[in-house]
Structures are given as structure tokens and as C-alpha cells.
């Protein structure tokens, strides 16, 4: 389970194809913002995450993602 975090739409389509294929259930966000959301509802092993977003970043969507106990491993 991967949660792509893309806001450009072509790319998120790229990377959702290409993990799709294999096999791999995916979801896209679209927005830095509902990061935390999405994650709680999807519950990803993993969260491919795009270093520049719309009114925040990747760096600090991360760190906010660690400082949450349940999402620690």
C-alpha cells in the first residue's frame, strides 16, 4: 500500500501506473494538506512524497509524519 503525494497529475499518474502494475495498491493525494488524513484512511506501508507542494513541502509533511507515534515503523 503506497500513498503518492503528487500534485503535479500527470506524475502521480506515472507513478500510480507503474506501481499498479505490479501489483501494489495505490491512493493519490493531490495536496500536502490532507496528508495526514489520507494517511489514518488509507493506512500506507509506504508514502512517496513529493519534495515541493502548494502551501507547504515534503520536508515538513515528513517530519510531521514522525512525530506520530503510530506511524513510527
Not at 37 to 45: I, K, L, N, S, V
Request: net charge negative; proline share 4%; charged share 25%.
Amino acid at each position: 500500500r503506497v500513498l503518492i503525494v503528487e500534485d503535479d497529475a500527470a506524475q502521480a499518474k506515472f507513478c500510480e501506473a507503474v506501481l499498479r502494475h505490479r501489483g501494489i495498491q495505490t491512493e493519490v493525494s493531490t495536496s500536502g494538506l490532507d496528508v495526514l488524513d489520507r494517511m489514518a484512511a488509507f493506512r500506507p506501508d509506504l508514502v512517496l512524497l513529493d519534495l515541493y507542494l502548494p502551501g507547504t513541502n515534503g520536508i515538513e509533511i515528513a517530519q510531521l509524519v514522525r512525530e506520530r507515534p503510530e506511524w513510527a515503523f
